[in-house]
């Protein structure tokens, strides 16, 4: 439900309904436009007292929202939402270019990648110190010595990073060190994971599961701003279909319609999805084409020797190429790079 407040409606006004939506049981959710301010309300829809909200001083209407999801859908918030970092803005009308190697493995391997991709316009360096992987004999990432390795290459180049945080109680040295938590797609189901990053000040980047529905996916992504966090970013990175040309099936009509259920930005992972280094810039054009927010791309000065992912990452003279490609694009569209 939405209370939406009068355009002359004062802070005081505004704070006297959220006193009277918490005083009812529930939780209020003050969001600011650029017209009005309107206020969601979340909790058990059985416990409003309409007659007494629209009673208040400011109020103009309340609304019904009729998806599942709320704080995350653009009835309660029509405008789209902007998440400020200190060197980009994710979601505005700049592309965001994210890229790194699927996992940190040494610093000379970071710190040359970190280098190579700034070099070329990417904007956020990413690594995986804590690698959620298919099997436990497989290569599980450096741990918070990769952590210190992605700082350090923050440290040289300005870059921010992003890796991933893979259950709650990793959550707390994750953030100690990345700018952006990652949730990969194995645990966009994880509840207990999705609550704790919404108690966190950073910004999340949260990939679609694998067979996930768009609902789903917006599901979890509520998870986390319900516990107080806004700044979610989410990740189309490929679903599961009959196809195995490529890893996944990129599903590039999420894009749009994402684009027409959510205020968040969304942004395409074509390495993951396609899981083949070839596939990687086509799709990546594409993504952008279908009004992706920006990308995540898997690079590494050496595939043939990476522990993870090597077949999908490109080289860094391979991600030079993609990026004068999606410049292209991006100036077609009427974006920035
Ligand atoms: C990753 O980005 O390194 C990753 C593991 O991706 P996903 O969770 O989408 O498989
Ligand atoms: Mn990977």
């Known amino acids: 439900m939405l209370v ?8 005081k006004e ?11 049981g529930l939780a209020a959710h003050p969001i600011p436009g650029a017209q009005r301010t309107a206020i969601g309300i979340t909790g058990n829809k059985n416990m409003v007292r309409e007659d007494k909200i629209m009673l208040l001083p400011g109020v103009k209407e309340i609304i019904h929202v009729t998806q599942p999801y709320k704080l995350v859908g653009r009835e309660f918030k029509p405008d789209d939402t902007v998440i400020e970092t200190s060197n980009v803005k994710i979601g505005g009308k700049k592309i965001v270019i994210i890229a790194g190697p699927c996992a940190v493995e040494s610093r000379e391997q970071i710190i040359e990648t970190a280098f190579a991709v700034k070099e070329a ?15 436990p004999y497989d290569f599980q990432g450096m741990g918070e010595e990769g952590l210190e390795l992605l700082a350090e290459a923050r440290e040289k180049t300005g870059l921010l990073i992003v890796t991933e945080t893979i259950d709650p109680d990793n959550v707390e040295i994750v953030e100690k060190y990345a700018d952006i938590l990652q949730i990969g797609a194995r645990n966009m189901h994880s509840f207990s994971l999705l609550r704790r990053v919404g108690r966190s000040k950073r910004p999340v980047l949260l990939k679609r599961g694998l067979a996930a529905t768009i609902k789903e996916f917006l599901m979890a992504a509520e998870y986390i701003m319900s516990e107080g966090n806004p700044n979610i970013i989410l990740c189309e990175r490929g679903v599961r279909t009959f196809g195995d040309h490529t890893r996944f099936t990129l599903d590039l009509s999420a894009i749009p319609v994402i684009k027409e259920l959510t205020h968040l930005p969304i942004i395409a992972d074509p390495s993951h999805a396609t899981g083949k280094w070839q596939n990687v810039t086509s799709m990546a054009r594409a993504s952008i084409a279908a009004g992706a927010d920006g990308v995540m791309i ?7 020797f990476a522990l993870s992912d ?3 990452s490109l080289t860094p003279e391979n991600f030079n190429k993609l990026i004068k490609e999606m410049k292209i694009i991006t100036e077609a569209i009427g974006k920035e790079m």
């Not at 939406?4 to 802070?11: I, L, S």
């Not at 505004?14 to 918490?22: F, S």
């Not at 316009?121 to 099997?135: E, Q, V, Y």
């Open 14 to 24: 505004i704070e006297i309904v959220c006193k009277e939506i918490k005083e009812m």
């Open 4 to 11: 939406v407040m009068r355009k002359d409606a004062n802070q």
């Open 298 to 304: 898997e690079v590494h000065p050496h595939p043939e």
């Open 121 to 135: 316009g990417a904007h956020i360096l990413r690594g995986g110190a804590f690698k959620p992987r298919t099997s």
């Open 310 to 312: 090597g077949s999908q």
